[in-house]
């Protein structure tokens, strides 16, 4: 499942473009992908690493 999003910089008025995607139906909640396009130069992609997505989030989340 894939979400699409825009950050407003209210000083600017300058508009940034997200996405995320998630597996839909499971019961992880973080995101699998996560890209952001901060610059028109700059795209940042961030993939889940397998082993971390096998693992569930609730129990990453309050073992620290």
Do not use: I
Request: proline share 5%; charged share 25%; net charge positive.
């Amino acid at each position: 499942m894939l979400w699409s999003g825009a950050l407003r910089n209210e000083k600017t008025n300058e508009v940034t473009n997200f996405r995320l995607w998630f597996e839909q139906g499971s019961a992880n909640f973080l995101p699998l992908r996560f890209e952001f396009k901060p610059k028109s130069y700059l795209r940042l992609v961030f993939d889940m690493e397998p082993a971390a997505a096998l693992e569930d989030a609730a129990t990453r989340v309050h073992s620290r």
